[in-house]
């Protein structure tokens, strides 16, 4: 019912740069409706929120987890349904499988297959 496209994953060495791309497409409801995300899991880890961002009517406000703020800015552009996510200043912690995730209360919530980011040196 909803459909992504992730790129932009790939490997970077400790201190530089990354951008995430994410093209939702779905029929159930407009994907400015709905809020955006990216989350992350590395090996042994638990998948956690990295970053989110709200429906555009409800004013697309971001969130970001602790440890990436200041260095990743999530944003969307509503013309092509896009999410991105700006990675700078990557750290080796860093490293993980990065999700894509549209939801919307009432209509669930859905999940991009991931891209790889390694930092590593």
């Known amino acids: 019912q909803v459909q992504f496209v992730e790129s932009g994953g790939g490997l970077v060495q400790p201190g530089g740069s990354l951008t995430l791309s994410c093209v939702v497409r779905?029929?159930?409801?407009?994907?400015?409706?709905?809020?955006l995300a990216w989350h992350r899991q590395a090996p042994g880890n638990q998948r956690e929120l990295v970053a989110s961002i709200g429906s555009i009517d409800s004013g697309a406000h971001a969130v970001y987890k602790d440890d990436v703020k200041g260095r990743f800015t999530v944003s969307r552009d509503i013309t092509s349904d896009t999410l991105y996510l700006q990675m700078n200043n990557l750290k080796p912690e860093d490293t993980a499988v990065y999700y894509c995730?549209?939801?919307?209360?009432?209509?669930?919530?859905?999940w991009g297959q991931g891209t790889q980011v390694t930092v590593s040196s």
């Open positions: 995730a549209a939801s919307r209360p009432g209509y669930g919530h859905y």
């Open positions: 779905t029929s159930i409801a407009s994907v400015n409706t709905m809020t």
